[in-house]
């Protein structure tokens, strides 16, 4: 591993100063997914700006019925608070089917929206790789693509996005606070991570020297009636290979309100908008929710090997918009 200096920020300008002075420097979460990039090459920050003791670590409602969620609270203390749990249920359950008790107790808010992606051809530097370094090529593309993206991808990229957190969050309409050197800025999660294009390398639209200082949640009634199913290879401790978040309003057997964001299928969480246009004044039968992941996933385009996804999608919305409405209506 290169040598590197290490820094604790005492306060959030003394970070965002820092990260500004040195380009190369790295924002220290919990260091479960950056050290691990360290120790393999992919990572050779000059500078780790460690920010976990400064005063990020509160989750804290907000005037409007949202909550204000600190960029350093651990995921476990976010999956266990009481207000998640009973207002945005499919972030709780987002947040316990990713890693093990042992990682979510380390990582941070901040550091699960930009972990980077698990395709294996990143994480070895002697293959070629476009999100590694840029130009180089894509061994995904005639290699291992089993679990790479069947939406929004481009020839240049087709890796997914690993969070389950940031699933949830993006159903939710979220919005990520930064601190820069410029000041505060609000940037919705929906507009946060740019579209694959020629750069995959670029993954987000943060600015260098950007600190998230917090992830807010709007107040939105239909998120206590919500639920985030994931497929993964084994029980625990596996990345997904599909996930839904889906919240859903129903009324006299009518979807009068939908949330939908799909899971392990593009380089970001992807928000179901057209499908939320189906459901929406549609009866609340399994023929509409299949017709609705139809109209989302008709954008699909598959790899030689990972084409189960889009029935996998399918199924996965199909029932989980089946399990909230039998919820609903007892
Ligand atoms: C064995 C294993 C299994 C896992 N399984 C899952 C899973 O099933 N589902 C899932 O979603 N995740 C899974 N993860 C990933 C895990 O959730 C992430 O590693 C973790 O959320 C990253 O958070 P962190 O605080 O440790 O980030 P770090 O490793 O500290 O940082 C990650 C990146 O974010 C940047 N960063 C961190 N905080 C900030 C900030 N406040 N502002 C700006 N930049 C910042 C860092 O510079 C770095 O680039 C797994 C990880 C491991 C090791
Ligand atoms: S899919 Fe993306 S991350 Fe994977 S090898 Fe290709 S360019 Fe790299």
């Given at each position: 591993m290169?040598?590197?200096g290490?820094?604790?920020?005492s306060?959030?300008?003394?970070?965002?100063?820092l990260?500004?002075?040195?380009?190369?420097?790295?924002?220290?979460?919990?260091?479960?997914n950056?050290?691990?990039?360290?120790k393999?090459?992919?990572?050779?920050p000059?500078l780790l700006?460690d920010?976990r003791?400064l005063?990020l670590?509160l989750?804290?409602?907000?005037?409007?019925?949202?909550?204000?969620?600190?960029a350093?609270?651990a995921n476990?203390?976010?999956?266990?608070?009481?207000?998640v749990?009973?207002?945005?249920?499919?972030?709780a359950?987002?947040?316990?089917?990713?890693?093990?008790g042992?990682v979510r107790?380390?990582?941070?808010?901040?550091?699960?929206?930009?972990?980077?992606?698990?395709c294996?051809?990143?994480a070895?530097p002697?293959?070629p790789?476009?999100?590694?370094?840029?130009?180089s090529?894509?061994?995904a593309?005639?290699g291992?693509h089993?679990?790479?993206?069947?939406?929004?991808?481009?020839?240049?990229c087709?890796?997914t996005?690993?969070?389950d957190?940031?699933?949830?969050?993006?159903?939710f309409?979220?919005?990520?606070?930064?601190?820069?050197?410029?000041?505060?800025t609000?940037?919705?999660?929906?507009?946060f991570?740019?579209?694959?294009?020629?750069?995959p390398?670029r993954?987000t639209?943060?600015?260098?020297?950007?600190?998230i200082?917090a992830?807010?949640l709007?107040?939105?009634p239909?998120a206590?009636?919500?639920?985030?199913r994931k497929?993964?290879e084994?029980?625990?401790f596996?990345?997904?290979?599909?996930?839904v978040?889906?919240?859903?309003?129903?009324?006299?057997g009518?979807?009068r309100?939908?949330?939908?964001?799909?899971g392990a299928?593009?380089s970001?969480?992807?928000?179901a908008?057209?499908?939320?246009?189906?459901?929406?004044?549609?009866?609340?039968?399994?023929?509409?929710?299949?017709?609705?992941a139809?109209?989302?996933?008709?954008?699909?385009?598959t790899l030689?090997?990972?084409g189960?996804?889009?029935a996998l999608?399918?199924e996965l919305?199909?029932?989980t918009?089946?399990?909230?409405?039998?919820?609903?209506?007892r």
């Amino acid at each position: 591993m290169k040598e590197f200096g290490y820094h604790r920020a005492s306060t959030v300008d003394d970070a965002v100063a820092l990260l500004d002075r040195e380009p190369g420097a790295r924002v220290l979460g919990g260091g479960t997914n950056l050290v691990d990039l360290m120790k393999s090459g992919v990572e050779e920050p000059s500078l780790l700006v460690d920010v976990r003791e400064l005063p990020l670590d509160l989750i804290e409602p907000t005037g409007n019925g949202g909550l204000r969620i600190g960029a350093t609270v651990a995921n476990s203390d976010l999956a266990a608070h009481p207000e998640v749990r009973r207002r945005w249920p499919a972030l709780a359950q987002a947040l316990l089917a990713g890693a093990s008790g042992q990682v979510r107790n380390m990582a941070t808010v901040g550091g699960n929206l930009l972990q980077r992606t698990r395709c294996a051809y990143f994480a070895n530097p002697a293959m070629p790789c476009n999100k590694r370094v840029p130009g180089s090529g894509c061994a995904a593309r005639g290699g291992e693509h089993r679990n790479h993206a069947v939406l929004g991808w481009s020839e240049h990229c087709v890796a997914t996005h690993p969070s389950d957190m940031a699933v949830a969050l993006t159903a939710f309409d979220a919005v990520v606070t930064v601190a820069t050197p410029a000041g505060e800025t609000d940037i919705p999660l929906s507009d946060f991570y740019l579209p694959v294009g020629r750069t995959p390398h670029r993954e987000t639209v943060l600015p260098a020297a950007a600190l998230i200082t917090a992830v807010t949640l709007p107040g939105l009634p239909v998120a206590a009636r919500s639920r985030y199913r994931k497929v993964r290879e084994r029980a625990s401790f596996a990345f997904a290979i599909g996930s839904v978040a889906a919240a859903v309003e129903i009324a006299d057997g009518q979807v009068r309100d939908a949330r939908l964001a799909f899971g392990a299928v593009a380089s970001r969480p992807w928000r179901a908008r057209s499908a939320e246009r189906a459901l929406i004044g549609s009866p609340a039968v399994p023929e509409t929710f299949a017709a609705a992941a139809d109209a989302e996933l008709s954008a699909a385009k598959t790899l030689p090997d990972n084409g189960y996804k889009v029935a996998l999608i399918r199924e996965l919305t199909v029932a989980t918009l089946s399990e909230l409405t039998r919820e609903t209506s007892r």
